[in-house]
């Protein structure tokens, strides 16, 4: 019986280490893609708009 009960905690330790480092890998993959969408968001609101309003001022007058 005390062999049975070691095991399973090896086993419950185990899946408790393997579930924390998912939930990090998975925190580190959340900060990676909100960086490139703030990346890609910045790189958007700087692009001219495809009909080219608003983006030259003719001051020739």
């Known amino acids: 019986m005390e062999t ?3 095991a399973m905690a090896t ?3 185990m899946a408790n280490l393997q579930n ?3 939930i990090s890998m998975m925190k580190k993959s ?3 893609t ?3 969408m703030e990346a890609i968001t910045q790189m958007m609101d700087s692009m001219p708009s495809p009909d080219g309003r608003g983006t030259v001022l003719d001051i020739r007058v």
């Open 4 to 6: 049975s009960i070691a």
């Open 30 to 32: 959340l900060e990676a």
């Open 11 to 13: 086993g419950m330790a």
């Open 34 to 36: 909100q960086q490139n």
């Open 20 to 22: 924390s480092v998912s």
